[in-house]
């Protein structure tokens, strides 16, 4: 597989002129921020200015630091546009899987108002008269059982940040990892969500595109055998 010959090294799972999808790191910022530790745009850019000056790289969309997986990149404006559109228009199907503690159904569609704290960073659930509050809705399928852990497929009908972490931990169901949602647990251990699979329309061949990355064979993701299967 293709790499950046960054630091941190980032896996490249497609590239052409108008695209770039990487495998995010997990623990890696998406963009930077006032912390100035390593991001994926600045270190994608980095890569792409090897062959080309200022580089125009845009962002689609975002996944919170601590998580991994797939996620998309535009590299001409024109692109940018036409993704973002997709976006907004919901036919850009990203699935995400996550580990959770508690006893979720067999599936469920999860709906709430979320109010982010800038200066905490931390987002919470409120009544949805609520100045600001915006909605937040997710679909899940939950795909198999083991040591008293879920693995749950998921599907965002919105984009909002911590979405998926906040839903599930006010449900009952917090992922396995999560520091910020999670009851006790320590700071610093990878969460268990990962954006898995992504399936879009190209900007300019207007074919369909699917990528599926499953997540590495370590904790807790090991004690599932479709994880792997």
Same mark, same amino acid.
């Given at each position: 597989m293709k790499q950046t010959h960054t630091q941190p090294e980032i896996s490249i799972i497609y590239e052409d002129d108008h695209l770039l999808l990487i495998d995010k790191p997990v623990n890696v910022l998406s963009q930077a921020d006032h912390t100035g530790d390593p991001d994926v745009l600045s270190l994608c850019k980095e890569y792409l200015s090897r062959s080309k000056n200022n580089p125009y790289l845009g962002l689609i969309h975002r996944l919170d630091r601590p998580v991994g997986g797939l996620m998309l990149m535009a590299k001409n404006r024109n692109a940018a546009d036409a993704l973002s559109q997709q976006i907004r228009d919901r036919t850009m199907q990203k699935t995400y899987w996550a580990v959770?503690?508690?006893? !979720? !159904?067999?599936?469920?569609? =999860?709906?709430?108002? =979320? =109010?982010?704290n800038r200066e905490s960073n931390i987002v919470n659930t409120v009544e949805g008269n609520q100045k600001k509050a915006k909605e937040a809705v997710l679909s899940f399928a939950k795909l198999e059982e083991a040591n008293e852990l879920n693995l749950l497929s998921i599907h965002l009908q919105t984009g909002r940040p911590h979405q998926i972490r906040v839903q599930l931990a006010e449900e009952g169901y917090p992922i396995w990892g999560d520091y910020k949602y999670g009851p006790d647990q320590p700071d610093g251990r990878n969460i268990a969500l990962r954006a898995v699979e992504l399936a879009f329309e190209h900007p300019q061949m207007e074919q369909q595109l699917h990528f599926e990355l499953a997540p590495s064979n370590s904790t807790p993701w090991s004690h599932f055998s479709i994880a792997h299967s």
């Open positions: 959770t503690f508690g006893s !979720p !159904p067999k599936n469920g569609m =999860l709906t709430h108002y =979320l =109010l982010k």
